[in-house]
Nanobody
Framework: VQLQASGGGLVQTGGSLRLSCAAS????????MGWFRQAPGKERRFVAAISWSGGTTDYADSVKGRFTVSRDNDNNTVYLEMNSLKPEDTAVYYC???WGYGSSTRTSGYRYWGQGTLVTVSS
């Protein structure tokens, strides 16, 4: 199983980034997917999640209206579109595979994790 996250980088406040997570080694469209982030010295926190079909999404309050999670089951990829970025969005972003068709806001709700991609938002 592999989850390869990419798309991170340095962006100014108010800017945008699109993260991608390419999955392999399992039946992608059987599982919900999630995005989490971890800032230096802090615990890993939920950002967004999407069900197996893409029909259900969930967001942390801190990113609602700014971030959009989506998936392409034909290409085994999940995305996180991030707009109106703020310095407090700076973190390593991780994609993860849920235990089933749905998703969770908890780290325990995920079985596989990617390596993370760093997003830095400058003020």
């Amino acid at each position: 199983v592999q989850l390869q996250a990419s798309g991170g980088g340095l962006v100014q406040t108010g800017g945008s980034l699109r993260l991608s997570c390419a999955a392999s080694g399992f039946t992608f469209n059987n599982y919900g997917m999630g995005w989490f982030r971890q800032a230096p010295g802090k615990e890993r926190r939920f950002v967004a999640a999407i069900s197996w079909s893409g029909g259900t999404t969930d967001y942390a309050d801190s990113v609602k209206g700014r971030f959009t999670v989506s998936r392409d089951n034909d290409n085994n990829t999940v995305y996180l579109e991030m707009n109106s970025l703020k310095p407090e969005d700076t973190a390593v972003y991780y994609c993860a595979t849920a235990w089933g068709y749905g998703s969770s806001t908890r780290t325990s709700g995920y079985r596989y994790w990617g390596q993370g991609t760093l997003v830095t938002v400058s003020s």
